[in-house]
């Protein structure tokens, strides 16, 4: 019995130490941590609509350029389409997770309301060189609030709108500019030679 629990500890360990294989293909694939990158598409689909919150058309624009940003600060997004290594299509999802102040609990659904509680972001990134994808991945975020020091400011101003019943529409461009974060370090963590 003490052999069976040290050996399922030790299976726990290892899967928790490992990091994940990226393959479209029985072989894996290995990119090169000097690697530029071109966004090829970029795709947005807003689930969760509401006037006092930002178009779909700015949320699509600032996701993008939050992500180009990030990754000209980590030295890898090239300067055109044909000198970068790999192309990417990106697909994400931003769904507004929406809360009516005016009570009761909050409803996963999303419901026309005032307050933005949280945000879900989903997005599948293919990598693509000479025209054909070398891997892909996917990540599901639920429930995503503002963390870090800037964060908890705009929680502070959350909490204050819903309070008073302003609701929170500046959170936004918080979400926004941070959200590409989570595909760059995607990418910095593809296995290289």
Same mark, same amino acid.
């Given at each position: 019995m003490r052999f069976l629990a040290t050996f399922?500890?030790?299976?726990f360990l290892a899967g928790c130490a490992? @990091?994940?294989? *990226?393959? +479209?293909?029985?072989?894996?694939?290995?990119?090169?941590? @000097?690697?530029? *990158?071109? +966004?090829?598409?970029f795709n947005v689909e807003v689930v969760g609509k509401n006037e006092r919150f930002l178009p779909d058309e700015t949320v699509r624009e600032q996701l993008n350029s939050d992500l180009v940003l990030r990754l000209l600060d980590a030295n890898r997004y090239a300067s055109s389409r044909e000198t970068a290594d790999y192309l990417l299509d990106v697909n994400t999802v931003y769904a507004r997770r929406i809360q009516d102040t005016q009570g009761g609990f909050m409803n996963k659904i999303v419901a026309d309301g005032t307050y933005l509680a949280s945000v879900d972001f989903s997005y599948q990134v293919k990598v693509k060189k000479d025209g054909a994808e070398v891997l892909h991945f996917a990540q599901a975020r639920e429930g995503l609030m503002p963390a870090g020091a800037m964060g908890q400011m705009q929680n502070m101003k959350s909490m204050l709108g819903a309070l008073t019943n302003k609701g929170n529409s500046d959170v936004e461009g918080y979400y926004t500019g941070v959200l590409s974060r989570f595909i760059v370090d995607d990418l910095q963590a593809i296995p290289s030679r």
């Open positions: 399922l500890a030790l299976c490992s @990091t994940p294989d *990226y393959y +479209i293909s029985p072989a894996p694939v290995a990119i090169p941590k @000097t690697a530029t *990158y071109w +966004i090829d598409t």
